[in-house]
């Protein structure tokens, strides 16, 4: 139970965009792209959102609009790219990565994610400065299992966005599901220095120090989940007593 429930929080923040699903909320990023899902938790300050079983996490200060309307959905793109002639080759590559963008999208959406990563691969060719595009390909591979490749794309992100707390926390996963636990509480640390209310951050550092020994950092995350009122599942908080009624019993008898 500790190592399900360790890897459970948001890997990437997954653009959802142009789906052929109907969902419960939409939400429209600043950068245009439509995301189709159920919000699961909204703060003042990020969203969680479940696309296809996917958990996302991202600011508010991305988001343009939320509207629980799906006729409010953008349209989908035509099968084509669009190429009008009096368009210039900055604006033609735009809709072109646009157009394999929206397609990995839905490709991720319907679980094939071979086919997601290649259409990925072709919007990373268009605009290799798309960083929505390599979150959703990092995304993918981590679905796949293929944890190096993710943890590179994430990587390759971070240099685009250093500030972006989400980021670090799916990196820190990635390197949690290899077993690397070490780079993992410095990737989830990171969240926690550019947001300290970053609540999930102190859950999986709390559970990568307890799988690691170091009992007086996972109760100390424990107690801050607590002061934040992040859920904790029982398995984690037994786990968390068990070590603070040890510690007890060594100052009791020592």
Do not use: W
């Not at 071979?114 to 959703?136: R, T």
């Not at 990196?171 to 550019?194: C, P, S, W």
């Amino acid at each position: 139970i500790f190592n399900r429930n360790l890897f459970m929080c948001a890997t990437a923040v997954f653009l959802l965009s142009l789906s052929s699903f109907v969902f419960a909320e939409i939400v429209v990023l600043k950068t245009g792209h439509v995301i189709e899902g159920q919000i699961t938790e909204k703060t003042d300050e990020y969203i969680k959102i479940d696309v296809a079983g996917v958990p996302l996490t991202y600011y508010l200060d991305d988001v343009e609009s939320i509207d629980d309307k799906a006729a409010t959905a953008a349209p989908a793109l035509k099968e084509k790219p669009v190429a009008e002639a009096n368009y210039n080759k900055e604006i033609i590559d735009y809709n072109q990565g646009t157009f394999y963008f929206n397609q990995g999208t839905e490709y991720l959406a319907k679980g094939n994610l071979d086919q997601a990563i290649l259409s990925f691969d072709k919007a990373i060719e268009i605009n290799p400065d798309d960083a929505d595009a390599y979150i959703n390909r990092a995304g993918s591979y981590f679905k796949k299992g293929n944890y190096d490749q993710a943890i590179l794309d994430y990587t390759k992100v971070i240099g685009i966005k250093p500030d972006y707390a989400a980021l670090y926390l799916s990196r820190g996963n990635a390197y949690a599901k290899k077993y690397n636990l070490d780079q993992a509480i410095l990737d989830f640390t990171k969240v926690i220095e550019i947001d300290p209310s970053f609540g999930q951050a102190y859950y999986s550092r709390g559970f990568a120090y307890l799988l690691k020994g170091n009992m007086d950092g996972a109760v100390s995350d424990y107690n801050k989940m607590k002061e934040l009122n992040v859920a904790v599942d029982d398995g984690f908080r037994a786990a968390i007593d068990l070590c603070q009624l040890k510690e007890e019993i060594d100052i009791k008898y020592t």
